[in-house]
């Protein structure tokens, strides 16, 4: 059981350039999230989503897109990556009342 | 104001000692309530949920107190492997959680 599983873990972007990162999970879980973590800093949420076909935007949203097509997969989209959007960005799932489940993280460096 | 706030640390503690962390949180209306461990740029990781009443799990001692909305973390007896990052998760509105910023412990031999 692959549990939650983030593509791709590593990526360098110019400054200007687009990308989406893949959350992908296999546990039918109804809720998803996508964070950051910056140095010395907690995990800050950016979108949500509670089911299939809805996002919600989190504390820091500007800057991305998401999407929530298929149950499993909950991608992150960066439309003109800034430098301070360098950060390793987490997936998240969970179902019920029950805790969250991490992916292993995306690095990402924007130059 | 943030929504939960814990000390970030470092706590440097020798093996076998106790050692206690608080984390405090401002939406009266949370229900739910975490401890994750987060190693070096790894995942976090859950450790334990927090119950109203208090719960244990080995080492490990998890308590709720909503009159002054704290939770707090007993780790006894600490070994190396408990060196960590440990942060504090409680939920929000609409499905949303809250981390806070985490608090760092190094256990020494």
């Known amino acids: 059981n692959a549990g939650v599983t983030q593509t791709p873990k590593f990526r360098v972007l110019k400054t200007g350039q687009s990308m989406t990162l893949l959350c992908a999970q296999d546990?039918?879980?109804?809720?998803m999230y996508w964070y950051r973590q910056d140095p010395g800093m907690g995990l800050r949420l950016i979108h949500y989503s509670v089911g299939e076909g809805t996002t919600a935007k989190g504390e820091v949203p500007d800057g991305y897109n998401v999407s929530r097509l298929k149950k499993q997969n909950f991608l992150l989209g960066l439309e003109s990556a800034a430098p301070s959007q360098t950060s390793v960005y987490f997936c998240?799932?969970?179902?019920?009342?029950?805790?969250?489940?991490f992916g292993d993280g995306t690095r990402l460096s924007i130059l | 104001r943030k929504e939960v706030e814990q000390d970030p640390g470092p706590f440097n503690v020798p093996e076998g000692a106790t050692v206690a962390f608080n984390c405090t949180y401002s939406?009266?209306?949370?229900?739910?309530f975490f401890w994750y461990r987060q190693d070096c740029r790894k995942e976090p990781k859950l450790l334990m949920s927090?119950?109203?009443s208090g719960n244990e799990d080995g080492r490990f001692t998890a308590q709720l107190n909503r009159a002054s909305q704290y939770i707090s973390l007993l780790i006894r007896d600490s070994k190396l492997s408990d060196s960590a990052t440990y942060l504090c998760?409680?939920?929000?509105?609409?499905?949303?959680?809250?981390f806070g910023s985490g608090t760092k412990l190094n256990v020494k031999p």
């Open positions: 998760v409680v939920n929000g509105n609409f499905n949303k959680f809250y």
């Open positions: 927090v119950y109203s």
């Open positions: 939406n009266s209306a949370s229900q739910s």
């Open positions: 546990m039918n879980h109804e809720y």
């Open positions: 998240a799932s969970r179902t019920g009342d029950r805790p969250q489940h």
